[in-house]
């Protein structure tokens, strides 16, 4: 009997993914480049075993799979993915589909797209989220292609997906690059949250001087609340785990270094491409990177001195409650820039993206996975996903309530200070983007003063210059 379907990379999330496809009724033939990876994923498939199929090569994976053949890449992203569809070109014929569903950048997804135009073979770009446990038992999943590819694979896309209250979290977002974009923002605005969630644990530890399993009440009270989140939930376990060896928390045990593999740099550079400020997003990017300058700050604090614990007082139920809300307009700016960045690239590239479908399939299955996505996708339901989040009525109701206790936390972060880049950055945008009059008249002075560039008038129309004179230039 011959498989549905093929997979290509046995690493963590291609092995997940192949064991819940197969979990879900479909025979999976799959190969994986060192072979040995292949016997040993078959060994440990259980009760699955019999519905996948080991290849030793391309050729016996093709040959595995019944025509018209999906297969599912899912090897590290860049050149592995060139070659293994180079590879692939030979072995399979025309309607087959090449899904490429790890983290490629959306250019390479757009080249690769075209590059198989008039072979007869159908390309896929497909974002995946969840990590490891959503690959096995349900991510979130967001696809590029043409409307009738994703027809064609959406029956095993959706049983595999995750489930929101019963509908699937699995959809086609538009052409080509359109859903490895998607996956790169909804990185960019995981690192957005992973970073204000950081700097909202540092005010407790080094302002209020509490202990790991002090904090980790706080977060998990408010899960049960408006920050409800699978981020806010594993906050509070890893706050309560200790480390098996020493006995400490495992918190304190880990270095204070974050690494990065690229979807939150490219999350950046693409709004700054497009022109759209994500800038809780960018600090959230810089703090990775200056985190990992380790012995350059280890050096700059004996330079500038070490600054004392419990720097902040005052009632602790009245900041702790500040802290959540502050938490909470954070992320509602972070999430109105990175949907902001998408619809900018909606209409860059004529994806016209499904804001509101893209809402409501990262509601569970991926990372940021959340209530309030589903509040989001609520107000787009009722917008169309048409112009910034801070403008649907739902959202100015929350963020009147929320901007205050931003405000009280990010001054007095800055007055003990502690680093809080994303949501002194989260701040900040709201307080330009809410303000009618703003200050860039002095640039547009600055700039007609030294390069005549000339400036708009608020009291008549055309171009104009100031009356600054040749000597000062
Ligand atoms: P792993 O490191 O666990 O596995 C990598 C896989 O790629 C292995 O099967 C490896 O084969 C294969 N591979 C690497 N280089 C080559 C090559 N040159 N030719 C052929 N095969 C190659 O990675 P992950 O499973 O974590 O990630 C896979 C993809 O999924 C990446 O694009 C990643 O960014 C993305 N992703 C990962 C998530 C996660 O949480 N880990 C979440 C969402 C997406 P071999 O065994 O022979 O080395």
């Known amino acids: 009997e011959k498989a549905e379907i093929g997979l290509i990379g046995l690493g963590t999330m291609g092995s997940n993914l192949a064991l819940n496809i197969a979990e879900k009724g479909h025979r999976i033939a799959v190969f994986n480049r060192t072979a040995s990876k292949t016997d040993a994923f078959v060994e440990n498939a259980g ?65 690769r797209f075209t590059e198989l135009q008039g072979s007869g073979l159908t390309f896929i770009g497909m974002g995946v989220s969840g990590g490891e446990e959503g690959a096995r038992h349900g991510p979130s999943i967001m696809v590029g292609g043409t409307q009738e590819s994703w027809t064609r694979v959406e029956d095993v896309l959706t049983a595999i ?34 970073q204000m969630i950081a700097e909202i644990y540092g005010i407790l530890r080094d302002g209020l001087a509490m202990a790991p399993k002090e904090i980790a009440p706080v977060f998990a009270g408010w899960n049960e609340g408006r920050l409800n989140s699978y981020l806010i939930e594993i906050t509070a376990k890893v706050l309560e785990a200790d480390d098996a060896e020493t006995g400490k928390p495992v918190v304190d045990i880990i270095l204070d270094r974050a690494g990065q593999k690229g979807t939150g740099k490219w999350s950046v550079i693409e709004a700054q491409q ?33 600054l004392e ?20 307009a954070g992320k509602i700016a972070a999430y109105a820039q990175g949907f902001a960045v998408m619809e900018g690239a909606s209409k860059e590239f004529g994806w016209n993206l499904p804001m509101p479908t893209i809402a409501r399939i990262w509601r569970a299955g991926c990372i940021i996975r959340s209530q309030f996505l589903d509040t989001i996708a609520e107000a787009f339901g009722k917008s169309g996903g048409k112009g910034n989040l801070l403008m649907a009525p739902a959202f100015i109701t929350m963020m009147k309530e929320a901007h205050p206790s931003l405000r009280r936390i990010v001054a007095r972060a800055a007055e003990a200070g502690l680093p809080v880049p994303a949501l002194s950055s989260a701040l900040a945008y709201f307080d330009a983007y809410r303000q009618g009059r703003g200050t860039s008249n002095m640039i547009q002075a600055q700039r007609d003063f030294f390069g005549a560039h000339g400036f708009e008038r608020i009291d008549a129309e055309g171009a104009f210059h100031g009356p600054w004179g040749m000597e000062q230039g």
């Open 47 to 111: 009760a699955l075993k019999g519905r996948i199929v080991p290849c030793k090569s391309l050729a016996e994976l093709a040959d595995a799979i019944r025509p018209p053949r999906p297969v599912i890449i899912m090897v590290l992203a860049g050149k592995p993915v060139d070659e293994q569809i180079a590879a692939l070109r030979d072995e399979l014929s025309a309607n087959d589909i090449i899904i490429d569903a790890g983290n490629a950048n959306f250019h390479d997804t757009v080249r």
């Open 161 to 194: 997906s995750a489930k929101y209250k019963g509908e699937p979290c699995a959809a086609w977002l538009g052409p080509d690059g359109a859903g490895h974009f998607v996956k790169t923002i909804h990185n960019g605005i995981e690192y957005a949250d992973m």
């Open 274 to 306: 497009l022109g759209i400020p994500a800038t809780a997003i960018e600090a959230a990017v810089a703090a990775r990177v200056l985190s990992s300058f380790k012995a350059e700050r280890l050096a700059a604090e004996k330079a500038y001195g070490t």
């Open 309 to 328: 614990v419990e720097r902040i007082s005052g009632a602790k139920d009245a900041l702790l409650k500040d802290l959540e809300l502050a938490l909470f």
